[in-house]
């Protein structure tokens, strides 16, 4: 079955960019959307963002001056760059997949913590 | 901005019925929102649940329903399970963004 797997620093400092990759297995990127979320300790779902596998992407429009997302289709990976981070990007964040003929999010990665702190 | 509202905390008995429901701030929602469920567990990601207002996962359990219901997209679940005991959170497409509604505890008691 698809699986997802983020991976990247779990600290970041202030001022810093955040940098996370999500390698999906058991199944494609291209053609299908990938997904970032966030979550904040105690907090909701928070949608970041998705990029389609051409290359088209959608951001959260009170990120979208400090985001960044590509796609790596030969090693069937999406990425996700966040600059200029503070403490309120301190969040969970999950990577995420649609699939055939689906509009919306069904395949999720576990998750990985990113703290933003010097 | 848009903002997805969903009902902060809901209680039901073990086998009883409940419906989760998810509002706009835009207006009604429609298929053109194509609604989508999520159930998160506490330490868990989130589990697909329903897409497109109504449309099941083939993990998803017969108990979980989804649809339109004044205005709103909702989820139904009868016959609840103590494993149900979940936070509940609604997704909706508004041209090429996804918004997330604040989600919904439900307790099982």
């Known amino acids: 079955q698809v699986q997802l797997q983020e991976s990247g620093p779990g600290l970041v400092k202030p001022s810093e960019t955040l940098s996370l990759t999500c390698t999906v297995s058991?199944?494609?990127?291209?053609?299908?959307?990938g997904y970032w979320i966030r979550q904040p300790a105690g907090k909701g779902l928070e949608w970041i963002g998705r990029m389609y596998s051409g290359g088209a992407a959608n951001y959260k429009s009170s990120l979208k001056s400090r985001l960044t997302m590509s796609v790596d289709t030969s090693n069937n990976q999406f990425s996700l760059k966040l600059t200029s981070v503070t403490a309120a990007d301190t969040a969970v964040y999950y990577c995420?997949?649609?699939?055939?003929?689906?509009?919306?999010?069904?395949?999720w990665g576990q998750g990985t913590l990113v703290t933003v702190s010097s | 901005q848009t903002v997805v509202t969903q009902e902060p905390s809901l209680t039901v008995s073990p086998g009883g019925t409940v419906t989760l429901t998810c509002a706009s701030s835009t207006g009604a929602v429609t298929s053109g929102y194509y609604p989508n469920w999520f159930q998160q567990k506490p330490g868990q990601a989130p589990r697909a649940l329903v897409y497109s207002i109504n449309k099941k996962h083939s993990w998803t359990p017969a108990r979980f329903s989804g649809s339109l219901l004044g205005g709103k997209a909702a989820l139904t679940l009868s016959g609840v399970q103590p494993e149900d005991e979940a936070e509940y959170y609604c997704l909706l497409y508004y041209a090429g963004a996804w918004v997330f509604g604040g989600g919904t505890k439900l307790t099982v008691l």
């Open positions: 058991g199944g494609s990127i291209s053609g299908y959307y």
């Open positions: 995420a997949r649609d699939d055939a003929d689906i509009s919306g999010i069904v395949h």
